[in-house]
């Protein structure tokens, strides 16, 4: 389980961190020496929610089946005020509204260019522990100086397993970027 690093390995266990931050815990190995009563109630839970997901799955399944038959026309502005009018319920201000209407905005846009979910909820995840680590190691050294990353072997070593693995990447968009090229050269010739 990549809960025990603070890593989520799924948009389940990605909300789930996101709820400990949320209630000031931090997330990783510390979290079960700390609060070892709240990490065994969350795994206790896991397997309860799982038995009890396979009876009222079995129960519920047929019925909701049945939800395929309501026209999209009708289930999305149906959905759209329900999170609208939960989202306002919440606090009673329009600001959040706005805020969640942006949201939805970026979410659309995110998902007509194919960019996967768990991207970005990483990135909200570990981003403030990645900040928060940064500024540690930049108070350490005594000064905002990238050098830092470069004097420790370490950090060498990280570097260049960073660059190895970016490199199947940038092979293959230079191969596709050279492919159309040639498929440009090719069309206005002929």
């Known amino acids: 389980m990549l809960l025990s690093l603070g890593i989520p390995g799924g948009l389940a266990t990605a ?97 007509k260019f194919d960019y996967p979910l768990i991207a970005v909820i990483l990135g909200l995840i570990l981003g403030p522990i990645l900040d928060g680590q940064l500024m540690r190691t930049y108070q350490g050294a005594g000064g905002l100086s990238v050098s830092i990353f470069l004097e420790r072997p370490m950090s060498l070593l990280l570097l260049g397993i960073l660059a190895l693995s970016l490199m199947p990447l940038i092979v293959r968009l230079s191969k596709e970027h050279l492919k159309r090229k040639e498929e440009g050269r090719s069309s206005a010739i002929g």
Do not use: C, E
Not at 23 to 52: C, E, H, I, K, W
């Open 15 to 111: 909300v789930l961190i996101g709820g400990f931050m949320l209630q000031g815990l931090v997330p990783g190995p510390r979290l079960f020496m700390d609060n070892p009563a709240l990490m065994y109630g969350v795994m206790t839970s896991q397997v309860f929610a799982s038995f009890m997901l396979l009876f009222f799955g079995l129960l519920v399944s047929f019925y909701a089946a049945k939800i395929i038959s309501v026209p999209t026309m009708v289930l999305i502005p149906l959905i759209a005020l329900f999170s609208v009018v939960g989202t306002y319920a919440v606090k009673l201000l329009m600001f959040d509204v706005y805020i969640m209407l942006v949201f939805a905005v970026i979410g659309v846009v995110l998902r």
